[in-house]
């Protein structure tokens, strides 16, 4: 009863382990570094700590903790390794993690050398970290706005005489002309857009296009009349600003002043006529806690933001994704975490700081202009048509959550909220002192993208018409004073038709010169994001199904 096995039973007997005060440093060192990072990065995203989203992701890292912290007290011979990997860890989630490997490796050396375990400063260095968070998110915690204001001083020349202008960028808006006619849900969701816009006054050109497949790239070429300039790597997706505008060089000479709202994507507010500049975060977190969403979906996309933190941690989850896809093939279910789409949350992002905007338009201003890039109905797809939001487990990306048609379906509930906005933003302007004496532009960048195949210069001549459309076509809406409701299915580029508008100073609609759309084609990327220009007209066929595969 009393042998040797009893014995090395009992040596793992939990309640023994616990009461060793020497796996309690360990502990602490584990959730101290857990936490005190999780705390920053609540604090850097001005994410209120108080939440029960918050206590559950700090639950579950107690959790993590205890069972790591025992690994690492009775790890012998290998703690300098979990010293390593608890360091490693702590500066790839709090930095950019170059200087990770070398500072593990030296803890490693140090360890190994000293035959001796760093923890007890770890827990001392870890604990100081998350304290001082906690004291500095109750300390300087403010209240937020869904964007960041930064008012410029007014130019003083403007033209008062002149009609408001409201500029909306609907990013990802697919064109009329290219909602697949042979789909019915998404014949149904065109007529509703055709309806509604038709019901406002505005002229729907059906057939216009972005010239790029990204945004980067899409938004300069439209602004600069159609100039086209890439001089950059933007496979890093890294914000871009746009130094030159011809667009807002008109609005100036015109004797207008510009209001932006803009994500940290794409930064308009360098140019001398903007008089206020709001900046809303396209990935910012405080959307999230302000979102319709229950505690513990707003725990998952939080816990995956955090997560992401680690380029390595991410990349793990990757080889775990295609490790589950793969063996799902075979019948076994293992699930997908896809971490890198999950913590995207630029739509809600977009709709947070809707609200904002359409109360400032109540009070617009002839001689005004306001300009909106709003990611919407850009990816992740989580609205329905009224723009509540849909539970976590139904949210869609434009690559992944489906099949083709099931993602286009549910983009296109996202498109009758792009809508909805849109007509709140003009109901707001109506109300205002520039009353319904104002041009109203709204436009796409590029298409919806919604592709099983992304489109490139090396796979041209096997592309079907079904890429081209989903990459490229996009809306341009447009309603001036004193103008009739019309349609016209004319095949031009975005950048011509803002240009003409432009030029004729915003009095009457874009009229197409003979031959105009036959010199702006399309540009298609390489592997390497850099785009070619295919001259003519764009290679595809308006009126082809989405789902045809003849090239």
Known sequence: MGGPEKRAVDGWDWRRLFADDRIWVYLIAWFAMMAGSFANFLNYNHYPIVTVEVGVIVLGMAIAATGIGALHAFAARLQPVMDALLVFLAIDLNSDGQFAPIIAVTILAVGFVRKCTLAPIFAVIFSVVLGAQLVSSVLFAETKTPADKQAIASK??????????????????IGIEGLDAADPVIARTRQRLIDAYDSEAFTVFGGAYGRYFRTAYSMPEILNFGKSAFDEDLRANHATQIKENAYFDRLEKLGYEINILQSDFVDY?????????????????????????????????LAAAFVSLSPRLLRVATYYDVLAISVQRIGMDLPVMRLHMLNLASSLAALDTVDDFVAR?????????????????????????????????QWKYRRYGGDLTERTHVYAEQLVCAWRLTKAMLDAVKQSSAGDNIVFIVHGDHGSRITNVEPRIQALEHMHDRELIAGYSTLFALRLPQTQASYDPSVVPVSVLLKNVADNGFTRLPEQKEGEGDISGIYIEDEDWKPTELRGMPRFRYGASLRENKP
């Open 269 to 301: 507010c360098a140019h001398p006529a903007v008089s206020q500049c709001d900046t809303y975060q396209r990935s910012g977190l405080e959307s999230l806690s302000r979102s319709q969403m229950p505690a513990g979906s707003r725990a998952k996309v």
């Open 156 to 173: 003083g020349n403007i033209n008062e005489s002149l009609p408001a202008i409201v500029h909306i960028v609907l990013d990802e808006h």
């Open 361 to 393: 338009l109540r009070d617009a201003k002839p001689g005004n202009v306001y300009f909106a890039h709003l990611l919407l109905p850009h990816y992740p797809y989580v609205t329905r048509e009224d723009c509540t939001i849909k539970p976590l487990s």
